[in-house]
């Protein structure tokens, strides 16, 4: 069994030395000292933009419904009780009660006093809920869940699934700061495409919100950096012209990539 709640609360007073590993992280020698925690066995996120609903082109299927089939494939679901982000951060601007998801065998193991067990259907609304906040989807491995919940011994089969805010999320703030090593984490999906079209008006918006500084305004436009952009769709959200446009490759290479992304831990074994 995983940690309870009391020692849970231990391991989040080491919450604050996030913000300064991160900050650090450019440097030598701190590049080096932090290495070990940004290796891509432990910590390997990929962000999907859930809240998009973007015209489906035909056998395109939008990156929600897909994050939706990784639910029912999962062997054990786990709603845990808020976001530990935001509440760890005193969130003003969202939810603190609307939890991340657990999903894999390890999931079964987690301490019943950070949450409950969940049916696939529970987990879906779940993921409708955030939608409609407008939160960015991520999933993957994250070595600071894994050890501070009890279950670092099982990370291999132990899936993350967040639905991220950009003023408090762990792997969002301070990323223009960070160095290569905590960015190269972040892996973009291919079949995810973010385009700027001709109805951008160059304000700057999407450059202020972008988590990781991908967006420049240049004569006018807003230009992406695709080498830099991590593909969340958050510029979407945030364009006050609607001119920024996320397409996603047709349903069976969006799938398969995303699949490859989370295996094995959410080879279903078990059903509840």
């Given at each position: 069994?995983?940690?309870s ?8 007073s ?8 991160k900050r ?6 701190f590049?080096?000292l932090?290495?070990p925690l940004?290796?891509e066995?432990?910590?390997?996120v990929?962000?999907?933009p859930v ?17 939706g089939e ?13 976001c530990?982000?935001r ?12 939890g991340c998801?657990?999903?894999?065998d390890?999931?079964?193991h987690?301490?019943?006093?950070l949450g ?5 259907e529970e ?6 809920k955030a939608?409609?906040?407008?939160l960015?989807?991520?999933i ?6 894994a050890?501070?919940l ?6 291999h089969d ?5 639905f ?11 990323m223009?700061q960070a160095g290569t090593?905590?960015?190269d984490t ?6 995810v495409?973010?385009e700027?079209t001709?109805?951008c008006?160059?304000c ?6 972008c988590?990781v500084g ?6 006018g436009k807003?230009?992406?950096d695709?080498e ?7 510029c ?7 001119a ?5 490759d047709?349903?069976d ?11 094995p831990a ?7």
């Amino acid at each position: 069994m995983g940690h309870s709640r009391r020692v849970v609360k231990l391991f989040l007073s080491l919450w604050p030395f996030t913000h300064m590993v991160k900050r650090l992280s450019p440097y030598t020698p701190f590049r080096q000292l932090f290495a070990p925690l940004v290796k891509e066995s432990i910590f390997e996120v990929t962000f999907i933009p859930v809240s998009e609903e973007v015209p489906a082109l035909q056998n395109t299927v939008l990156p929600r419904k897909l994050l939706g089939e990784l639910i029912r494939a999962s062997s054990y679901r786990f709603i845990y009780n808020g976001c530990i982000c935001r509440n760890q951060e005193g969130c003003v601007n969202y939810p603190r009660d609307l939890g991340c998801l657990f999903l894999g065998d390890a999931a079964a193991h987690l301490h019943p006093s950070l949450g409950h067990r969940a049916g696939v259907e529970e987990c879906l609304e779940h993921v409708e809920k955030a939608a409609e906040y407008d939160l960015v989807g991520m999933i993957g491995r994250i070595w600071f869940d894994a050890a501070t919940l009890g279950v670092m011994h099982r990370l291999h089969d132990f899936l993350v699934v967040c639905f991220c805010c950009d003023c408090c999320c762990l792997v969002r703030t301070d990323m223009k700061q960070a160095g290569t090593g905590f960015r190269d984490t972040i892996k973009k999906l291919d079949a995810v495409r973010v385009e700027v079209t001709d109805k951008c008006e160059g304000c700057g918006t999407c450059a202020e919100t972008c988590f990781v500084g991908a967006i420049t305004v240049e004569d006018g436009k807003a230009r992406i950096d695709p080498e830099q952009c991590k593909a969340c769709g958050k510029c979407s959200m945030v364009c006050p012209h609607q001119a920024i446009q996320v397409d996603f490759d047709h349903e069976d290479a969006l799938w398969q990539e995303l699949l490859a992304r989370v295996q094995p831990a959410i080879k279903s074994s078990k059903t509840i």
